[in-house]
C-alpha cells in the first residue's frame, strides 16, 4: 500500500522569510500525482499546488513552489514571503492511475507564521 | 455558488445510535469521498464512490455505510458497530479523473457522548 510520510509535526516562520516543509511517499506507481492542501482554522481544505509525476519541471504556484524529486520519492513544499495567513495545516497527498482521483494523505504540518 | 455542503456541522450521538452524515454537491462531480480525521493522523480514507449507485470501500470503511443514489448525494452512516466515532469527518468530490482536484466540504465535527 502506499504510504505517505511528513516528519514535521510543527513548523514555524518569520514573517516574509522561507520555510521548506517536507514529505515523503512510498510507491512502486509510475504514474502518480501528488498534492498539497492547506488546512487553516476553518478546516476547509484547500488545493495549493499539483505535481504530476510524469513532469520533470517542479510545479510553482505565486509563493508556494515544490522539489520533486522522484528518485527519492521526495516531495517538498517551499513557501516564500511568508504570510500570517500562510498559518495553518499542510498536508502532503498521494494519487496514483490505478485509483481514480482517490488520496492518500501524510499526517500534516501544522505551520506557524511569527509576526 | 458551487460548492460542497455538509450537515449538520457539530453532531452529537449516544452511544449505541446509529447517525447519517449529510454531503451534497453542486458541482456536478462523478467522484464523492468520505474522509475521516484524527488529531495526528492526517485524513484516511472511509468510502468512495466514482459513480452513481457504486461506491468501494476505502482504508477504514468498518463501521460505517454510504450509498449514492444520486450524482449530488453521498451520506455516511456511523453505525453502532463503529468502536471510536469521534472525529471529524469531511466530504470530498472531483471530476474523477486522476491529478483532478479533491474540493471540500467544510466537515462534520462527531461526538458521542
Known amino acids: 500500500a502506499q504510504t505517505v510520510t511528513q516528519s514535521q509535526p510543527e513548523m514555524s516562520v518569520q514573517e516574509a522569510e522561507t520555510v521548506t516543509l517536507s514529505c515523503t511517499y512510498d510507491t512502486s506507481e509510475s504514474d502518480y500525482y501528488l498534492f498539497w492542501y492547506k488546512q487553516p482554522p476553518s478546516r476547509q481544505m484547500i488545493l495549493v499546488i499539483r505535481?504530476?509525476?510524469?513532469?520533470?519541471q517542479n510545479a510553482t504556484e505565486n509563493r508556494f513552489s515544490v522539489n520533486f524529486q522522484k528518485a527519492a520519492k521526495s516531495f517538498s513544499l517551499k513557501i516564500s514571503d511568508s504570510q500570517l495567513g500562510d498559518a495553518a495545516m499542510y498536508f502532503c497527498?498521494?494519487?496514483?492511475?490505478?485509483?481514480?482521483?482517490?488520496?492518500?494523505f501524510g499526517e500534516g504540518t501544522q505551520l506557524t507564521v511569527n509576526p | 455558488d458551487g460548492g460542497i455542503t455538509q450537515s449538520p456541522k457539530y453532531l452529537f450521538r449516544k452511544e449505541g445510535q446509529n447517525v447519517t452524515l449529510s454531503c451534497e454537491q453542486n458541482l456536478n462531480h462523478d467522484a464523492m469521498y468520505w474522509y475521516r480525521q484524527d488529531p495526528g493522523q492526517g485524513l484516511r480514507l472511509i468510502y468512495y464512490s466514482q459513480i452513481v449507485n457504486d461506491f468501494q470501500k476505502g482504508d477504514i470503511a468498518e463501521g460505517y455505510s454510504v450509498s449514492r443514489e444520486k450524482k449530488e448525494s453521498f451520506p455516511l452512516t456511523v453505525t453502532s458497530a463503529q468502536k471510536n466515532p469521534t472525529a471529524f469527518y469531511l466530504c470530498?468530490?472531483?471530476?474523477?479523473?486522476?491529478?483532478?482536484?479533491?474540493?471540500f466540504g467544510q466537515g462534520t465535527r462527531l461526538t458521542v457522548v
Open positions: 497527498a498521494y494519487g496514483r492511475e490505478t485509483s481514480g482521483s482517490r488520496l492518500t
Open positions: 470530498a468530490s472531483s471530476i474523477g479523473i486522476l491529478g483532478t482536484e479533491a474540493f
Open positions: 505535481q504530476e509525476a510524469y513532469k520533470q
